[in-house]
């Protein structure tokens, strides 16, 4: 059964700095990964979807990249804002039709 | 973009009746639905997996007879929580998508509480 980490589990940073949050799974092949960010009492919200062979996707201020191989995909945020302030989930698609999600980065942005 | 509509976003009701979720796509065919459980502080739980015209995937330890799935068109999915009992309080949310490729979009969640 596919695994998918998160860490760190909590970030708290300044306004303006940039940042990563880390996703790990454990079975390599997979059929795409997806980034959401959920808001407290939210449902979630698509940020970036990735497919197995793609190496990366960029949408504004968000760039997500995967590394199949290794089991690792990364979001980077440049320029936080305190508007990013929630928890971003990883989802895994194995099958294109199970997800398995991360426990999320609860994201703290400070003005 | 593509818009997952839920509803209702919360609902109270007594123990021993009966509550029904609604999922929609409004602005694409889903011919795969999703229902998540979350509890605080926690991830998502799958429960099912719905398609178009066909009876409900449920996952390892989740009631098919308590947790009623119909997914009888390609916008719409519903969740019913029958009988429901206070230990099925919770945060409810659904997700859609178009193909296998396509992403996934969620609902804004449905709060049950049952007293």
């Known amino acids: 059964k596919q695994e998918v980490t998160q860490i760190p589990a909590a970030l708290s940073v300044p306004e303006g700095e940039n940042l990563v949050l880390n996703c790990s799974f454990t079975?390599?092949?997979?059929?795409?990964l997806q980034w959401f960010r959920q808001d407290p009492g939210k449902g979630l919200t698509s940020l970036l979807l990735?497919?197995?062979?793609?190496r990366e996707q960029t949408s504004g201020r968000l760039n997500a990249s995967l590394d199949k191989s290794s089991g690792r995909s990364t979001l980077y945020i440049a320029a936080s804002q305190p508007g990013d302030s929630a928890t971003y989930l990883c989802?895994?698609?194995?099958?294109?039709?199970?997800?398995?999600f991360g426990t999320g980065t609860s994201l703290t942005v400070i003005p | 973009g593509a818009v997952v509509s839920q509803h209702p976003s919360w609902v109270i009701c007594k123990s021993g009746t009966s509550v029904k979720i609604e999922c929609r796509s409004l602005?694409?065919?889903?011919?795969?639905m999703f229902w998540y459980r979350q509890f605080p502080k926690q991830s998502l739980m799958l429960m099912a997996t719905?398609?178009?015209?066909?009876?409900?995937?449920?996952e390892q330890g989740v009631e098919k007879d308590k947790f009623l799935i119909n997914h009888a068109s390609l916008t719409l999915s519903t969740l019913t929580v029958t009988s429901a009992h206070p230990e099925d309080s919770s945060f409810y949310i659904c997700?859609?998508?178009?193909?296998?490729?396509?992403?996934?979009?969620f609902g804004n969640g449905t709060r049950l509480t049952v007293t």
């Open positions: 997700s859609a998508r178009g193909g296998a490729s396509s992403p996934l979009h």
């Open positions: 079975d390599s092949a997979i059929y795409n």
């Open positions: 990735i497919q197995s062979s793609q």
């Open positions: 989802a895994v698609s194995s099958t294109g039709n199970q997800f398995y």
């Open positions: 602005d694409f065919q889903a011919t795969t």
């Open positions: 719905s398609n178009e015209g066909s009876k409900a995937t449920y």
